[in-house]
């Protein structure tokens, strides 16, 4: 069985998350041709309105292939979501994925854009997805709704954070295992070697500062109404993990 793909990840319909780490970003405001400042899309609702195609492709449960493709015939600018998810069309089983991006994005007519994403999986005991199944990206609420799990996918995305030290704290956030089950959980059992554990002792406990940190994170966010000249570190900028 194939995972739904989050951030963030993470991505979930049996869905798989993928955080995701996009570097593309560009800078100051779009302009238009004429030097007007242009309209900036929300990406979800640029693709509801056939404004851009979206293919998310995944290599594995650990990173994807996001490729934005403008039909409108004329320059693109896109605003990217903090954090999105991922899950496979036509019903099929999956992983689900949580990922993040943010920022704008600018996007020329004929020339896609494509870039590379760390992701996570948000449904443990699935199989990990492959380049063969089809995904489409979805809002992460619609997968995970734990605003945790949307900080960890925007830590992911800064790049500040592992991506084995991110998939701890995201199974652990968002399917409930404890850190033990985590700490003892084998990646490979071999008669030859026996057994190699998924994760490492250190990723354990910076995966436990990093869930820390995100639980204080989505807390103060929702306690604080946003304030536009207020600026605060992400949870990526926060941990600083290695």
Partial sequence: ????????????????????????????????????????????????????????????????????????????????????????????????????????????????????????????????????????????????ANPEVAELCKALANGKVPQNTAQAAAWHLANGLSWEELANKPRMISEYTGIELYFSRSEIQNALRLTSIVRSTAAETAERPASPGLTSRSPGEAAQLP
């Fill in 1 to 144: 069985m194939a995972r739904s793909l989050v951030l963030f990840v993470g991505i979930v319909a049996l869905s798989l998350s993928f955080p995701v780490s996009v570097p593309a970003r560009d800078a100051g405001t779009p302009k238009s041709g004429r030097g007007e400042p242009a309209v900036v899309h929300d990406l979800f609702s640029a693709e509801s309105e056939g404004l851009v195609e979206i293919r998310f492709i995944p290599n594995d449960s650990r990173s994807a292939q996001v490729i934005l493709k403008n039909t409108t015939g004329k320059p693109l600018s896109l605003q990217l979501p903090p954090a999105f998810a991922a899950v496979p069309v036509l019903g099929q089983m999956g992983m689900g994925g949580g990922m993040g991006m943010g920022g704008m994005m600018r996007v020329e007519p004929e020339r896609p854009r494509k870039v590379t994403v760390p992701t996570v999986c948000l449904e443990h005991g699935k199989a990990d997805p492959t380049p063969r199944m089809k995904y489409r990206i979805v809002r992460l609420e619609q997968v995970n």
